[in-house]
């Protein structure tokens, strides 16, 4: 199975065929995909300038839809190398049990899913380099209130979701699932009652109220 390199490769080369070098940028999707598959080539088309469903396109448009691709990767590899690092660390240091950062990691290793866009129609407008440097930004510091990508506070706790963990922060506004541990607990619990049956939150506060 070619990897992702050899992949890029056989789409920068002038002597493939056509059909090949789409192929082979499809391809490339398997192995590195932030928004999931159907999203990111979506977007990878619509900034290069080139329809999803075009079996002919510019073969210059293929490749800026593949450099776009490379320096995310590039972005999120070296993210990548550096939590190794670190974990390598905490274990040396006695602490080997993952939290919730961890299990957010696992699932998103490869680069599959990173920014998970539930809809793949609907995902965020800037660069994937720029997306994934916010989103690295706000998993290295202090866990906030808001999307890391677009800074919106529209964000809906969604159940079902097609990709793990199946239920989770959804941003309105830029389309990405959002990772858990870039909110507070405080904004989480907010999104999570924001999906309970109506009523609830004037319940809870009536409650806390009682309580006090």
């Not at 070619?2 to 056509?18: I, K, M, W």
């Amino acid at each position: 199975m070619a990897g992702f390199r050899s992949l890029a490769r056989q789409v920068r080369d002038p002597h493939n065929d056509l059909a090949l070098r789409r192929y082979s940028l499809r391809k490339c999707l398997e192995r590195f995909a932030p928004y999931g598959h159907r999203a990111t080539w979506d977007h990878l088309c619509t900034r290069a300038g080139f329809g999803p469903e075009d079996r002919s396109p510019d073969p210059a448009r293929l490749v800026a839809a593949l450099d776009e691709l490379e320096e995310a990767r590039a972005v999120w590899l070296a993210y990548e190398a550096d939590f190794a690092a670190r974990r390598r660390r905490e274990k040396h240091d006695g602490l080997r049990r993952p939290g919730m950062f961890d299990d957010w990691h696992r699932l998103t290793w490869g680069g599959h899913g990173i920014a998970w866009c539930e809809d793949p129609a609907v995902y965020p407008a800037a660069p994937l380099g720029v997306v994934l440097r916010r989103l690295i930004s706000a998993l290295e510091r202090e866990p906030g209130e808001v999307c890391p990508v677009c800074e919106s506070t529209d964000i809906v706790w969604k159940q079902e979701l097609s990709h793990e963990p199946f239920a989770g922060p959804l941003c309105e506004h830029c389309g990405i699932v959002v990772p858990r541990p870039v909110l507070s607990t405080e904004a989480l619990t907010r999104i999570r009652a924001r999906g309970r049956r109506p009523g609830f939150l004037a319940t809870a506060a009536a409650l806390a109220a009682a309580s006090a």
